[in-house]
């Protein structure tokens, strides 16, 4: 029998979550960074036909090198004060 989630779980991850638009001075550890990419990254694409390619950037010298290849909107999130990128 397949298993469903409960009104709570649908409730945070559906009708409730938001994109997040504002950071904290905290840092990303490594184990964050590796739990995030361990759920996502058999998340669904575009028919697998456009796989996602992930660069996690955290240094302000990484950050400004990635900036010329960001759309101008993109590029304003960037220059945040996201710990990562």
Known sequence: MRETLDDEALDLILLRARTQNGWLPTPVTDDQLRAIYRI??????????CPARILFVRTPAAKARLLPALSPGRSATARSRAPTS
């Open 40 to 49: 996502m990254r058999s998340g669904p694409t575009s028919a697998n036909s």
